[in-house]
């Protein structure tokens, strides 16, 4: 048996379509169960998915404690079977996603963690610069298409569409609850976070290139502002994921490393020489890399160069 779990927080633009979806699942060996967890949404979500309880195999769990991986983490105790399939509210699965899931698995014992491709669903068709200048895996967690069926970088299992074996959990590890989606300003890469540190304790990755999902992605997400917005959540991520891994001497200021901030005086020296040529592809990337920046300084700042906690 496997469990699939997701959390949602006012979901009820793409809650009804996906639970839908999820009624044309492919049943795969060993049957499976649903568990949705509701994060103290302020919309109809939580009604949503209780009518859902007489047609799918659905446990709904309420956490109030804001917060992604809060969420996700008061599902552990509700678990069944030995594989824990993890996705998002906004993730459209392909009939056949839980038995090649579950194959995968199956075929794999050497492995404890499953990526599978994360595909896009627009709400519109996306504008020509969108395609040719935004960078596709951190601002809509899609993974590459070149990614073959075979043993895989963690840095590559994406929060809409993965899975670890239950054991992970029975051995006390947990997702961080301060990092991940919690109100407009977090740091991202939750997911990432998560199975680098299975990665660590010698957990390996199988990209599993058949269970397939489409991640809905809506039309004011295809903004430069909403992207560039991203690019300082994908920041604070990046600085949060990479800070223990840093030199402790460092020099600081205002508990920002220095060489952040030389490198942003330098960015910020790009942007500039762009604007002057007024090549857009060159603006916008400069643009990009400057707000990552920002988001890396955002986070040493009011981390002060602490060290994260560790969920295990």
Same mark, same amino acid.
């Given at each position: 048996?496997?469990?699939?779990?997701?959390?949602?927080?006012?979901?009820?633009?793409?809650?009804?379509?996906?639970?839908?979806?999820?009624? *044309?699942?492919? $049943?795969?060996?060993?049957?499976?169960k649903l568990i949705v967890v509701d994060n103290a949404s302020s919309d109809r979500s939580w009604e949503t998915i209780i009518s859902f309880q007489d047609r799918l195999p659905l446990t709904c769990l309420s956490e109030k404690k804001p917060g992604k991986n809060s969420a996700l983490n008061a599902a552990v105790a509700h678990i069944e079977g030995d594989l824990v399939v993890l996705t998002d509210d906004d993730v459209f699965p392909k009939p056949d996603w839980l038995v090649r899931m579950r194959s995968a698995a199956d075929d794999q014992p050497e492995y404890s963690i499953f990526g599978g491709p994360v595909l896009p669903r627009w709400e519109i068709p996306p504008p020509d610069w969108l395609i040719e200048r935004v960078p596709m895996e951190p601002v809509f967690t899609l993974t590459p298409s070149s990614l073959q069926e075979g043993p895989m970088d963690y840095h590559f299992v994406f929060g809409p569409?993965?899975?670890? *074996?239950?054991? $992970?959990?029975?051995e006390g590890f947990r997702f961080d609850p301060t990092i991940g989606p919690q109100g407009a300003s977090y740091a991202m890469g939750s997911e990432t976070e998560f199975v680098g540190r299975l990665a660590n304790r010698g957990y390996a990755a199988w990209h599993a290139r058949d269970a397939q999902?489409?991640?809905?992605?809506?039309?004011?997400q295809m903004t430069s502002s909403w992207v560039l917005r991203r690019a300082i959540r994908f920041g604070r991520g990046l600085y949060r994921m990479e800070r223990g891994e840093r030199p402790t001497d460092v020099p600081v200021w205002l508990g920002v490393p220095r060489y952040l901030i030389g490198e942003m005086i330098r960015q910020t020296a790009v942007l500039s020489k762009g604007?002057?040529?007024?090549?857009?592809?060159?603006?916008?990337?400069?643009?990009?890399?400057?707000?990552?920046?920002?988001?890396?300084?955002?986070?040493?700042?009011?981390?002060?160069?602490?060290?994260?906690?560790?969920?295990?």
């Open positions: 048996m496997l469990t699939v779990i997701f959390a949602t927080r006012n979901g009820m633009r793409t809650i009804p379509a996906v639970l839908d979806a999820y009624l *044309r699942l492919q $049943v795969p060996e060993g049957g499976w569409n993965m899975a670890v *074996r239950a054991e $992970v959990f029975n999902v489409e991640h809905f992605i809506r039309d004011f604007l002057m040529t007024l090549r857009g592809e060159t603006i916008f990337r400069a643009r990009w890399d400057l707000n990552v920046l920002r988001g890396q300084i955002l986070e040493a700042y009011h981390s002060g160069g602490e060290k994260p906690d560790s969920a295990s």
